[in-house]
């Protein structure tokens, strides 16, 4: 049985919960501030407590893929096990994985991440389109296919992006760069979709005035930032303009760096919504 599509499950999750995303990033620093061995019980015991702690709660968890890979298949053994078990709890889970190539290749990776009965089965999945938009097909025929969704990399909050992603590119002759290209290929994705669109953009919290760039495609747009990188919940309306209802806010460390004590990630968490919700509300 196919899913309610993941844009109408986010919309619902976000106007219940909060439009909140935290991310569960077990990186060795972070391990080691909770006073957990870098090993796959350490992270075991750090990706469980984040699951126990927020997944009743937060509209959305975003595991970093490779935080869990870089300990091979038992690391990924843990990946499984957090994603079905956030899930069953309530919290969509967007999985951070960042995959991109062509053709068969991508059909398994959306196969992997994306097919309902898969192991790893997320209800989005973070693609790279820097192959050409086109390259993405199998995955957005597979994110139709099972009710999950997408975010692509559009404008991303990284110093380096800019040479790819702010590059005018000769054929087309309104002069849009690469950026405003993949936002436009999205809304034609959730072109007529209600309440929302499944097909979402990673767009930087901490990109400044964005005003240039048409952020209304009818789908979430997931903003990394808030938080240790600088951006806060009061800067959404005017980086996001009219599209901010539809900001899903990224915040990891600030979040996660309460930990291990539960209520503690919980007081963060509900600190970060009520702010969150509080800015975009006013607009």
């Given at each position: 049985m196919t899913?309610?599509p993941?844009?109408?499950r986010?919309?619902?999750a976000?106007?219940?919960?909060?439009?909140?995303?935290?991310g569960?990033?077990?990186?060795?620093s972070?391990l080691?501030?909770?006073?957990?061995?870098?090993?796959?019980?350490?992270l075991e015991?750090?990706?469980?407590?984040?699951v126990?702690?927020?997944?009743?709660?937060?509209?959305?968890?975003k595991?970093?893929?490779?935080?869990?890979?870089?300990?091979g298949?038992?690391g990924v053994?843990?990946?499984?096990k957090?994603?079905?078990?956030?899930?069953?709890a309530?919290?969509?889970?967007?999985m951070?994985a960042?995959?991109?190539?062509?053709?068969?290749?991508?059909?398994?990776?959306a196969e992997?991440f994306?097919?309902k009965?898969?192991?790893l089965?997320?209800d989005?999945?973070?693609v790279?389109?820097?192959?050409?938009?086109?390259?993405?097909?199998p995955?957005?025929?597979?994110a139709?296919e099972?009710?999950?969704?997408?975010?692509v990399?559009?404008?991303t909050?990284n110093?380096?992006?800019r040479?790819?992603?702010?590059?005018?590119?000769?054929?087309?002759?309104v002069g849009?760069?690469?950026g405003a290209?993949?936002?436009?290929?999205?809304?034609a994705?959730n072109a007529?979709e209600?309440p929302?669109?499944?097909?979402g953009?990673?767009?930087g919290?901490?990109?400044?005035?964005?005003s240039?760039?048409?952020?209304?495609?009818n789908?979430?747009?997931?903003?990394?930032?808030?938080?240790?990188?600088?951006?806060?919940?009061a800067?959404?309306?005017r980086?996001f303009?009219?599209a901010?209802?539809?900001?899903?806010?990224?915040?990891s460390?600030?979040?996660?760096r309460?930990?291990?004590d539960?209520?503690?990630l919980r007081?963060a968490?509900d600190?970060?919504?009520?702010?969150i919700r509080?800015?975009?509300t006013?607009?």
């Amino acid at each position: 049985m196919t899913l309610e599509p993941f844009g109408a499950r986010l919309r619902r999750a976000m106007d219940e919960r909060g439009p909140l995303c935290v991310g569960i990033d077990p990186h060795a620093s972070l391990l080691a501030e909770w006073g957990l061995n870098d090993d796959v019980a350490g992270l075991e015991r750090f990706s469980r407590t984040v699951v126990e702690a927020l997944a009743g709660r937060v509209a959305v968890l975003k595991p970093q893929s490779a935080f869990f890979e870089r300990f091979g298949s038992r690391g990924v053994a843990v990946l499984e096990k957090s994603v079905e078990e956030a899930r069953a709890a309530g919290a969509l889970v967007v999985m951070d994985a960042k995959r991109g190539d062509i053709g068969s290749t991508m059909a398994a990776y959306a196969e992997a991440f994306l097919r309902k009965d898969a192991p790893l089965f997320s209800d989005a999945l973070t693609v790279s389109p820097y192959l050409g938009y086109g390259s993405l097909s199998p995955a957005v025929a597979m994110a139709r296919e099972s009710g999950a969704g997408l975010f692509v990399l559009a404008l991303t909050s990284n110093p380096e992006g800019r040479e790819v992603q702010h590059a005018v590119r000769v054929e087309d002759h309104v002069g849009r760069n690469v950026g405003a290209t993949m936002l436009a290929h999205l809304a034609a994705e959730n072109a007529g979709e209600e309440p929302l669109g499944s097909f979402g953009a990673v767009v930087g919290a901490t990109l400044g005035d964005l005003s240039v760039y048409d952020l209304d495609v009818n789908g979430p747009l997931l903003a990394p930032g808030i938080g240790a990188q600088g951006a806060t919940p009061a800067d959404l309306p005017r980086v996001f303009g009219r599209a901010v209802r539809n900001v899903v806010p990224n915040v990891s460390r600030g979040v996660l760096r309460h930990g291990p004590d539960v209520v503690a990630l919980r007081d963060a968490a509900d600190r970060f919504a009520q702010e969150i919700r509080t800015a975009v509300t006013a607009v």
